[in-house]
């Protein structure tokens, strides 16, 4: 008996287990400058309803068709490449064809398998993490430096910024701070904590070769996020100075947002994923340094994407040959203002993602609701679509209109014209994944008095409050319903919040705390509901989810008469399968009286609220080998039309699909 203890002893100090505090998926709990601290990752748990539905999907679809992708040397391998560089395997990898972002991409599989076990405590996959992080630390090199592709290409370091050899370690260094606070455990966290004393030591004296250093720089997040679970400071002034290196010396590009200093920038440019990895990087610099020059640039680069930058889906990135003012070479980046196309929208769903990422880290910054809206706005439309229902064929590009053909691959290069399992590039179905499986730790937020609700869904929630405990049960249909109720467990000491995010367009939202009178909310605010709460409280909130016409800019060419239409944070799309027989996507309009009538299809598409309505036809007629041709009187017809959410889209086959629809005046 003493000597099982002894070896269960070794195994934990082998494996490094620390009693760690089990934290946010960003550790906002101590950061200065924040309003909304982020709840522990075993706070929250998603309690049936529809995010639970797609962690499902993620836990049990996603995750192993990664690992499956992954594991398959003929298939872009990833992890192979660890394999091969500790001499364990990965015999048949082409070196050659080795993605030099590869590395990052397990490291955010890890991170997600990570955030899936704070829900399913499933001791195979903690040994499972366990087996893999041994092989990461055989990997890493003996100065701390790791990137298994450079290193079997036989690639000299810092010599190229697209060898992705930060955008790696940036991964490496999250991945390893979520996998410490889901396990306790030490075994990544000082792979990562060695990582980053390299890059301390290479980084801190701001070499001249260096300044435009790297391409995709999530390890402006990492590092801010080792920081704060270390409490070592050189990691924060190192996310400081990833932060203010770009740009700081003249022969920086547009592209990688190294032209221009960010702290002097007053617009979103470059590369997409590139640009919302630096925002969101430096946003957390910010939370834990202030600096009102730094959050002034913020502002400013937020106003022009949400102002002239970003699609109706929350997608950003709209060009694959994109824009420069200044005339540098740009791709998959950020066009001019107002330039929108639909059919060639890029919109990679990491960039998505990542304009979600920044949005949710200014929302803790200020409380102001139009940043949860644009993070919803971006997770249940742009990020979704980026996957198919089962979680396991994935989309780079998330275009708002297809002809029913396949586009030029020089418009959409890393996408098949159908979601694919098999893909050049495992970036987004890994930032899809990740993102879902941690969207738990999203949903809520806190100040010291009271309990904030930033996504609806059924869920857990218990977490410290200044009162004591604060335990709820969320009990929702959202989003194909607006009635949210709320019941108390158990009940913090003293007058606490609940305070209920209001999107901006739930005109003539409701709550009703038990029997007392229904209270009008304003749209675009948290409702404050301050009380002293007993077990037993019941909260219903009811948003308002009636179907509404959007239109967009008058200088949006791709849009300008036209409408998409909206559901609660959903966007609908007309797609050629719901078409009557023999009717084109091209041929509906809608008038601005239309009526909407709302049916919940539980067979279609996993499930959808679909949407019905009359709408005008105008035939498109034969325009074989025309361009153009002299308007004539045409007549008018009407059919029944159906609308699917956007996300859905792309799930039965080949189509013809627009969320733009023609205005019928
Ligand atoms: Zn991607």
């Not at 890890?110 to 955030?115: F, G, I, Q, R």
């Not at 979680?391 to 780079?396: I, R």
Request: proline content about 5%; some cysteine; overall charge positive.
């Amino acid at each position: 008996m003493k000597r099982i203890v002894i070896y269960l002893l070794a195994g934990c100090i082998a494996a490094g287990v620390l009693s760690a505090r089990n934290r946010g998926v960003i550790d906002t709990s101590e950061s200065p400058h924040v309003k909304l601290r982020s709840l522990d990752l075993d706070a929250v748990a998603w309690n049936g309803g529809f995010w639970a539905g797609r962690f499902e999907v993620i836990r049990n679809n996603t995750i192993p068709t990664l690992w499956r992708a992954m594991e398959d040397p003929a298939n872009g391998a990833q992890y192979a490449s660890f394999l091969k560089t500790t001499g364990r395997g990965g015999e048949n990898l082409n070196v050659r064809t080795l993605n030099v972002w590869s590395d990052g991409d397990v490291y955010k599989t890890v991170e997600a398998v990570a955030l899936v076990f704070t829900t399913t405590k499933d001791p195979a996959i903690d040994r499972r993490m366990d087996e893999i992080i041994s092989v990461f630390a055989e990997a890493q090199e003996k100065d701390g430096y790791l990137s298994t592709p450079m290193r079997l290409k036989g690639l000299e370091r810092w010599t190229n910024l697209q060898n992705h050899e930060l955008y790696n370690m940036g991964h490496l260094m999250t991945a390893a701070c979520i996998h410490h606070r889901a396990t306790g455990k030490k075994n990544f966290l000082d792979i990562a904590t060695k990582v980053a004393d390299y890059l301390y030591v290479t980084f801190q004296p701001r070499p001249k070769r260096l300044t435009h250093f790297g391409f995709n720089p999530s390890n402006i997040m990492g590092a801010a996020e080792l920081y704060r679970t270390t409490g070592d400071r050189k990691y924060l002034e190192l996310a400081g100075i990833f932060t203010q290196m770009r740009g700081s010396a003249p022969g920086g590009s547009e592209l990688n947002q190294s032209r221009t200093p960010l702290l002097q920038e007053t617009e979103a440019v470059g590369h997409a994923v590139t640009a919302m990895y630096l925002y969101a990087g430096a946003t957390d610099v910010y939370a834990e340094s202030g600096g009102q020059p730094l959050l002034d640039a913020l502002q400013r680069i937020w106003n022009d994407v949400a102002g002239r930058k970003m699609y109706v889906t929350g997608a950003v990135g709209n060009l694959y040959r994109g824009a420069s003012r200044k005339g540098d070479n740009v791709h998959e980046a950020f066009g001019l203002d107002y330039e929108l196309p639909n059919r060639f929208a890029y919109t990679e769903t990491c960039a998505n993602i990542a304009n979600a990422m920044w949005n949710w880290r200014l929302l803790s910054l200020s409380a102001d609701v139009k940043y949860a809206d644009t993070m919803e706005l971006t997770l249940y439309n742009s990020m979704l679509s980026g996957m198919g229902l089962e979680g396991q064929d994935f989309y780079y590009s998330n275009p708002l209109r297809r002809h029913g053909d396949e586009l030029p691959r020089v418009v959409r290069r890393q996408d098949p014209p159908l979601r694919s399992t098999v893909l050049p590039c495992y970036c987004c179905p890994t930032s899809i994944a990740r993102t879902v499986a941690g969207l738990k730790g999203w949903a809520f937020a806190k100040t010291p008095d009271a309990l904030w609700v930033n996504l609806y869904g059924s869920a857990r929630v218990d977490t410290d409050t200044a009162g004591g405990r604060f335990s709820l049960v969320e009990k929702t249909d959202y989003p194909w319903s607006g009635a949210i109720g709320f019941t108390v467990e158990k009940a913090p000491a003293g007058e606490t919040g609940l305070m209920l995010r209001i999107p901006a367009w739930a005109e003539g939202a409701t709550a009703r705390v038990g029997n007392e009178a229904a209270r009008k909310l304003q749209a675009g605010s948290y409702a404050a509901l301050r009380r002293v709460w007993k077990t037993g409280d019941r909260v219903e909130l009811q948003l308002p989810m009636t179907p509404r016409l959007v239109v967009a800019n008058p200088y949006v060419e791709s849009a300008r008469n036209q409408v998409a239409v909206m559901r609660g944070p959903l966007v609908y799309a007309l797609e050629s399968p719901d078409m009557p027989a023999g009717v084109r996507v091209s041929e509906v309009s809608l008038s601005p009286g239309v009526r909407f009538e709302e049916r919940f299809d539980k067979s279609l598409l996993g499930g959808v609220m679909v949407l019905e309505a009359q709408a005008r036809l105008r035939p498109d007629g034969d325009w074989t080998g025309l361009l153009y041709r002299t308007l004539r009187p045409e007549p008018v017809r009407s059919a029944r039309i159906r609308l699917i959410p956007y996300y859905a889209w792309a799930n039965r086959g080949m189509s013809h699909m627009t969320v733009w629809i023609p205005r019928a005046d």
